[in-house]
C-alpha cells in the first residue's frame, strides 16, 4: 500500500506571496490532518478534514487554510506569506475514527524569504 | 498553551542501556497517548500507543508508562540501539471528547553512542 504522499518537497516563496501545499492519503483512509513543524515549537496542529469537511482546527490565523476532495486528497493555502511560516509543513492520514494512529508523509519545507 | 510537554530538547545515551523519554501533559481528557519518531527529512513514524485504561503497554524493545494521577507518561527503550537515534514525539488526544486532533509535545533528541 503506498503512504501518504506530499507535494512538493521543498518550497522557496517570497514575504506576501501565497503557497498551496497537496497532499494524498493512505488509500482508503478518509481523514487528513496538518501539522506545521518549527524547531522548538514541535507539532503544532493546524486542521483535520474528514470526508471534505472540517472537523477541527488549531490556533492558526485565517491566512493558513485547507480543503478536501471527494477522494481524500487534500490542499492546503497559506496566503500573505510571513518569514514566521518557513516551516516543515506535514500531512497524517488515518481511517478517521477515535484512536486511530496518523500515517505521516516526509512533509513539505517551505523557506519563506 | 503546551498541553503536551516533553521537558528535554535532548538525551544522550550508551549503546545497550536504558533510554527513557518523559512527557507531561496538563488536559485531564487526554485518554489516548502515542509515541511517534522522526529522523531528519522524513515524517514521523508510529511506536506506540497507550489507552488511559491501561498503565503500561509493550512492544518488543519499547514500554510506555503511564501515570494518570500524575499526568505523565513515559517511553523506555531496552537495549538501546544507534538506530533509535531519532527526535521522539509524544501525542495525546481526547479522544472520548469527540474530536479528531492529536496534540503532539515538542520532541526530545535522543542519541544513542556506540
Known amino acids: 500500500k503506498a503512504g501518504v504522499t506530499q507535494t512538493p518537497r521543498y518550497l522557496i516563496k517570497t514575504r506576501g506571496q501565497q503557497v498551496t501545499l497537496s497532499c494524498s492519503p493512505i488509500s482508503g483512509h478518509r481523514s487528513v490532518s496538518w501539522y506545521q513543524q518549527t524547531p522548538g515549537q514541535g507539532l503544532q496542529f493546524l486542521f483535520e478534514?474528514?470526508?471534505?469537511?472540517?472537523?477541527n482546527k488549531g490556533n492558526f490565523p485565517g491566512r493558513f487554510s485547507g480543503r478536501q476532495f471527494s477522494n481524500s486528497r487534500s490542499e492546503m493555502n497559506v496566503s500573505t506569506l510571513e518569514l514566521g511560516d518557513s516551516a516543515l509543513y506535514l500531512c497524517a492520514s488515518s481511517a478517521g475514527g477515535t484512536n486511530e494512529k496518523l500515517f505521516f508523509g516526509s512533509g513539505t519545507q517551505l523557506s519563506v524569504l | 498553551d503546551q498541553q503536551v510537554k516533553q521537558n528535554s530538547p535532548s538525551l544522550s545515551v550508551q549503546e545497550g542501556r536504558i533510554s527513557i523519554l518523559n512527557c507531561d501533559y496538563t488536559?485531564?481528557?487526554?485518554?489516548?497517548f502515542l509515541w511517534y519518531k522522526k529522523y531528519p527529512a522524513e515524517g514521523p513514524t508510529f511506536l506506540i500507543s497507550?489507552?488511559?485504561?491501561?498503565d503500561k503497554n509493550e512492544d518488543g524493545r519499547f514500554t510506555v508508562f503511564l501515570n494518570k494521577s500524575a499526568k505523565h507518561l513515559s517511553l523506555h527503550i531496552v537495549p538501546s540501539q544507534p538506530g533509535d537515534s531519532a527526535v521522539y514525539f509524544c501525542a495525546a488526544s481526547p479522544s472520548t471528547s469527540g474530536t479528531y486532533k492529536y496534540i503532539f509535545g515538542t520532541g526530545t533528541r535522543l542519541k544513542v553512542l556506540a
Open positions: 478534514y474528514f470526508s471534505e469537511t472540517q472537523r
Open positions: 497507550i489507552s488511559s485504561i491501561k
Open positions: 488536559n485531564s481528557m487526554f485518554d489516548y
